[in-house]
């Protein structure tokens, strides 16, 4: 159990060698997101389960255990927090760490009023240390120390983006401190995400924010909860329903659940934002790609799709930037 003072965190997660932990299958709740408000409104709620969701991420880029289960708590989280986003904004969550894993990034929006899609993808996929070293999680082992940069994108308007050091490596603990730090909301965050050989078997997390003009006993009270509630894992493995994880959570407080959001792996990509990135390559190496192949491939990093190009059409893109050009001069 992972607990730190500074942003008031607790992250969970679990890997099971062997054979894998009993299925929760009977009556499985699919994943979904609620937000629920708590304390008389003062604490904001989103608890939801992500198990398809990070099976899916796993599954794409075929990701080892460790690696998994790291993906699975940032598009987790990041999925929560998408929660509180409005039609046209998009916030992506990237972890650069001095460790093995180097970089994660997990991409959330909403592509309709009640859904919540979220992609995710690791440099390294094949990531698998020891399980604990000197009190450390395999998780905090493969990032290391580093930081996690959040950036905001909204319809109109410039992007928001902030930057802080890990606190951990344990990635709950680790957004957390940056929504203190950085968005100066203090919050409790329970990540879970239980992987077998086989794969993904259980993933969800709840987080718990408070609200303008909550007391500030609220989050001591809250952080309390996180850290003597069962685990995650443990909850959904026994059949807790988003709400139940929501309830779980809140503690004591009174809980009002206001919205649930189905959650699903959904990507952004195009053809012509893929022609826009090899358009970003410039004229010189366009017409080297033409020279050496007859079909440039591109892949997609978050969800591994290939779109191919002719020689033809990198000659179009070829043609747009020198009528750009010329149009600048």
């Given at each position: 159990m992972d607990r730190q003072n500074v942003g008031n965190t607790h992250a969970c997660g679990a890997f099971a060698e062997g054979k894998p932990p009993p299925s929760v299958a009977k009556g499985r709740v699919s994943d979904r997101i609620v937000v629920a408000t708590a304390a008389a409104g003062s604490v904001f709620i989103a608890a939801g389960i992500t198990t398809?969701?990070?099976?899916?991420?796993?599954?794409?880029?075929?990701?080892?255990?460790?690696?998994?289960?790291?993906?699975?708590?940032?598009?987790t989280g990041a999925s929560l927090l998408g929660a509180r986003l409005k039609s046209g904004e998009r916030l992506s969550l990237q972890i650069a760490g001095?460790?093995?894993?180097?970089?994660?990034?997990?991409?959330?929006?909403?592509?309709?009023?009640?859904?919540?899609?979220?992609?995710?993808?690791?440099?390294v996929t094949d990531v698998d240390p020891p399980h604990h070293i000197n009190g450390k999680s395999r998780i905090a082992l493969a990032i290391g120390k580093?930081?996690?940069q959040a950036t905001r994108s909204?319809?109109?308007?410039?992007?928001?983006?902030?930057?802080?050091?890990?606190?951990?490596?344990e990635i709950g603990d680790d957004i957390a401190q940056y929504l203190l730090q950085s968005e100066q909301i203090p919050s409790v965050i329970a990540l879970g995400v239980l992987v077998s050989e086989d794969g993904v078997t259980i993933a969800g997390g709840a987080i718990a924010q408070l609200l303008p003009g909550a007391p500030e006993s609220t989050i001591g009270a809250l952080n309390a909860r996180v850290h003597?509630?069962?685990?995650?894992?443990?909850?959904?493995?026994q059949g807790a329903s988003p709400e139940a994880l929501a309830q779980n959570i809140a503690g004591v407080f009174d809980l009002h659940i206001q919205?649930?959001?189905?959650?699903?792996?959904?990507?952004?990509?195009?053809?012509?934002?893929?022609?826009l990135a090899l358009m970003s390559l410039g004229r010189d190496e366009l017409a080297k790609l033409i020279s050496e192949q007859e079909l440039t491939e591109a892949v997609?990093?978050?969800?591994?799709?290939?779109?191919?190009?002719?020689?033809?059409?990198?000659?179009?893109?070829?043609?747009?930037?020198?009528?750009?050009?010329n149009d600048s001069t």
């Open positions: 398809d969701l990070v099976r899916q991420v796993r599954e794409r880029h075929e990701l080892a255990p460790t690696v998994g289960m790291a993906a699975g708590r940032l598009i001095e460790g093995q894993l180097r970089t994660l990034v997990a991409d959330v929006c909403r592509p309709k009023p009640q859904e919540i899609g979220a992609r995710a993808y690791a440099s580093g930081w996690l909204y319809e109109v308007g410039q992007p928001y983006v902030g930057i802080t050091p890990l606190a951990s490596g003597e509630m069962p685990s995650i894992t443990a909850l959904i493995e919205e649930s959001y189905d959650v699903s792996f959904y990507c952004r990509c195009t053809i012509d934002k893929v022609a997609c990093e978050f969800c591994k799709k290939q779109y191919l190009l002719s020689r033809e059409e990198l000659q179009a893109l070829i043609k747009q930037l020198d009528e750009r050009k």
